[in-house]
């Protein structure tokens, strides 16, 4: 078996809940937070995880624990870091307390990624998020003095209220505090979120290119690179973590709602908390057959500037040259690679590549 080198972690709890959000996500309760983490423990234990790279503790707001709880979770991870080469945890920036950067620091953890989704408070107030620019400046200033600096920001493009002009503000501003990551992922209006019952729609698919043009226009010319679809990264701050998936590998996903690709087994925990804290962690399962397995490569590697080993399409010769040809795809020795254009309608390319 090919082991994972990497794990996720899930954190479900958030303090306030935001009016787009559609992942799994619980109002925080210290009162379930504990046996929460007990189980949590129980469930890493029960996986023989040893020589791990990558860790990202993702959510919900792993933010949201009390300090000591906070604590608890850090030390609980602490037993798979040795040797790591990153470990990423996810931020809020209004929880982000000054009292919990030193304790990530002082855990291991090398790399923060923080919610912020714009940088208007007008808008931020309007989705009902908790926190305001300032306080974003103000949680990157006390990472940065306390020796993080690899910090990646987290943007969605296309929320209610929001225009070209308020997202090249919000670059800007981003720009300004030199963080070394940034994600930008379009808005998505799902059914059972407040935005929807309030009616408000996506960004149409015109816009919202518009807006990937914008993003991608002024961060390349300030030094980041387009890795991915929705990532860009200064040179060698690309997220490892994220990289194993778009590589294809496999990896372990404990917590509440995790997915995970072990042993050829893709699965998927249960949401339902009750179960979880019961011990039935998985929900759901999928054998990844070898076919299966080439349909994940493709849809994957082709995410990332990296792109896919020419030798898994060999036999859609005829489908690659027509993309070559039409500048979507390129190839560059024994890879071929998605262009910006290529990026910005992947999943057609995929449909046509499968
Ligand atoms: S903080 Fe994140 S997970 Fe929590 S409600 Fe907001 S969007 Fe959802």
Redesign the pocket.
């Given at each position: 078996m090919n082991k994972p080198r990497s794990l996720y972690i899930h954190i479900?709890?958030?303090?306030?809940?935001?009016d787009?959000?559609?992942?799994?996500?619980l109002q925080y309760f210290r009162k379930f937070a504990i046996p929460y983490l007990d189980t949590l423990e129980k469930e890493l234990k029960s996986y023989e995880i040893e020589a791990l790279k990558t860790i990202y503790v993702g959510?919900?707001?792993p933010t949201?624990l009390e300090d000591d709880l906070f604590e608890k979770l850090l030390k609980i991870v602490y037993a798979y870091t040795k040797g790591v080469k990153e470990y990423t945890i996810?931020a809020?920036p209004e929880s982000l307390s000054l009292n919990k950067i030193k304790m990530l620091k002082k855990y291991g953890v090398t790399r923060i990624s923080l919610?912020v989704?714009t940088t208007n408070d007008k808008i931020l107030s309007a989705i009902?998020?908790?926190h305001s620019f300032s306080q974003v400046k103000e949680a990157i200033n006390n990472l940065k003095e306390n020796g993080l600096d690899n910090i990646n920001v987290d943007l969605i493009l296309g929320l209610p209220h929001s225009s070209a002009k308020i997202l090249k503000e919000d670059i800007k501003n981003i720009l300004d505090l030199g963080v070394k990551h940034i994600s930008c992922y379009g808005l998505t209006v799902n059914p059972h979120t407040v935005l929807y019952n309030k009616g408000f729609k996506e960004p149409e698919g015109d816009t919202l290119r518009k807006y990937y043009d914008i993003v991608n226009e002024i961060l390349t010319n300030n030094g980041f690179v387009h890795y991915e679809v929705s990532n860009w990264a200064k040179p060698g701050y690309e997220s490892k973590h994220n990289l194993a998936y778009w590589r294809n590998h496999h990896y372990y996903g404990c917590g509440l709602g995790a997915s995970g690709y072990i042993d050829k087994v893709r699965y998927k925990n249960t949401i339902n908390l009750d179960k979880y804290l019961e011990g039935n962690f998985v929900n759901e399962k999928e054998n990844v057959y070898k076919k299966d397995k080439l349909v994940y490569q493709i849809m994957l590697n082709l995410r990332t500037n990296e792109g896919i080993d020419i030798k898994y399409l060999k036999d859609k010769e005829e489908a690659v040259n027509a993309l070559i040809g039409e500048g979507l795809l390129v190839r560059k020795e024994n890879r071929i690679i998605s262009t910006y254009e290529g990026m910005m309608i992947l999943d057609q390319i995929i449909l046509k590549l499968l």
């Open positions: 479900p709890f958030c303090e306030k809940i935001c787009y959000c559609d992942f799994t996500k959510g919900g707001t949201a996810e809020n919610g989704q009902n998020r908790d």
